[in-house]
């Protein structure tokens, strides 16, 4: 069996011509042959036939059927199958009809399987071709259509659905749908530009409407279609596309703001602000405050943008000039333009300006803007000139002054060797005859007078207090006059050869208790140093006189060894009058309580000013006090 219906048919056929090709011999044969033939013979004869008939069967049953039955089978496989690699062989001895036509068959199967190919290929890019068409779509928030115009059937990607929160699904397939969501403001004017392209106008169309979403907001959309016609310019459909230009117009309107706000800065500035093409080929933007400057047009400038050459002083044109020309602005030599020059309005007015520009770089690092600020400088300008005059005449004051001040520094001098010479010797002569009329009184007994001795006790207390104070002018004047060494000074050193002198000067009985603690080296002249700390100390042993034991301490405060401090535990000083013991002959106590000519501290406070540093003190009465000096470390 063939195993298929059409084969079988194709058999029974085949039989069907064999019997009548040899039905027609055999009757022939019989009838005219039966009166003569003896009844074996005819039996004979109809075995032969009957033989002759199988062997047919027979060889159409295994030459021809069994190559049909390839052919059917390779037809089966290529029909129902689809599979084209199919390949009829084993027809060596097969009629060469039958090699034709298994041979015809391979070639057809080889031609549709590459057909086949090319359409799986293009079916495949054309899937790819739709997927991205619908991912580019969405991902601009766009929404591509087809309109037939005859059924009003709209066929939509869903970009711009899923802007406005619809799904595909939820959107019919009109145009009706899509015309209900723009803006009642927006749609006739919309509309107006539909009708007229339908109308033969235009084959295509633009317009830019407002529409509304499913929560009732508005995003602003831009539409364009392509209208196809018929053989009569009849309309059939629309090609078009819809594009959310919600965030453009953000962007838009913040441009416009931006602007706005720019040119409301910039008009209302008094400086001049430029922007123009590099080389300064095309002036883009001047303000107002040109006009003013200048006293020229903004118009003659946006004409021709070298134009403000000509209202540079001609002193100096050429070297601004020169500056542009070996750096052109624009060019990458330019970092920043900075030049004052003078500018003749043409009132014959001459103002100073400052005119700074600078290059602004696009993302490939070129030129491609030049902006620039030009400031009105001559109130500065004359403010300098007159500077330059005070100064001069400053100067010349200084110089008067120095005269004088080295005249009253020569006075003074003299004055100092008067004191020196000519009122020590006074003095001297006054305690000498003192002593002398003492002696005298007491080899007459006249001194035992009590009011007699006091009264030459006066005269030469007195005259030794006079002899101090003018020693301390001596030294108050030689603090400020005298030249101040720099050298590196061991703070430590100068401390410990004041505790020195002083210990030998103290009585054995007196109990001073000394802390030094860690001080620091500074820049200074040695010899008035050691006179500042030799007062400071001295002064802190004499105001802690009545203190078993005396306590001071020289150290440096604590985080900062720039500042000295000298401390003690003696009688201290109201606050209120800290400033005030600085003064020269100042004094806080009697006479009687603390001996001294008030004149120390001041020496100090002269030294340290000399030194560039400063001393302040601190106290609490019957509590002590400290000095604090700051100095310059080395």
Known sequence: MLGSKSFNTLHIHLVFLVVLAVLPLY??????????????????????????????????????????????????????????????????????????????????????????????????????????????????????????????????????????????????????????????????????????????????????????DRYGQYIHVWERGLIVRDERGHPLRIFGGSLDLTERQRVEEQLRQSEAQFRQIAENLREVLWMSTPGLTQILYVNPAYEQMWGRTCESLYAQPSSFLAGIHPEDSAALIAVLEQKPLGTKLLEEFNHEFRIVRPDGSVRWVLSRAFPIHDRAGEVYRIVGLVEDITQRKQAEVKIKQWNETLEQRVRERTVQLELANAELDAFAYSVSHDLRAPLRHIHGFANALAQRLESTEAIADPKVASYIQTIQDSSIRMTQLIDGLLALSRAGRQPLAQVSVSVRELVEAAIALIKSQTPTDRQIEFIVGDLPTIDGDPVLLRQVFANLIDNAVKFSGDRQPARIEIGTLLGDNTTIFVKDNGVGFQMEYAEQMFGAFQRLHSQKEFKGTGIGLAIVQRIIHRHGGKIWAESIPQQGATFLMKFRLS
């Not at 047919?56 to 690699?85: D, H, K, P, T």
């Not at 298994?102 to 890019?125: G, P, W, Y």
């Not at 403001?185 to 109308?199: E, H, K, M, R």
């Open 27 to 212: 009757l022939f044969f019989f009838i005219h042959n039966a009166a003569r033939v003896p009844q074996f013979e005819c039996t004979v004869l109809t075995l032969a036939a009957t033989v002759a008939m199988a062997i047919v069967w027979v060889g159409i049953e295994v030459v021809l059927g069994r190559w049909l039955r390839l052919l059917n089978q390779a037809s089966r496989q290529l029909a129902e199958q689809g599979n084209f690699r199919v390949c009829i062989s084993k027809l060596r001895y097969a009629p060469l009809e039958i090699r034709q036509l298994a041979q015809s068959f391979n070639e057809l199967a080889d031609s549709l399987e590459r057909q086949f190919n090319q359409l799986r290929h293009v079916e495949a890019e054309l899937r790819r071709a739709n997927d991205r068409f619908h991912m580019g779509a969405a991902a601009i928030n766009a929404t591509i259509y087809e309109w037939d115009l005859q059924t009003q059937a709209v066929e939509r990607t869903p970009g711009l659905l899923k802007v406005l929160g619809y799904e595909p699904e939820e959107a019919p397939n009109d145009a009706a749908w899509w015309h209900e969501r723009i803006h009642p403001d927006d749609f006739p004017p919309a509309y107006a530009v539909l009708s007229s392209a339908l109308a033969g106008n235009s084959d295509d169309f633009e317009a830019e409407y407002r529409l509304r």
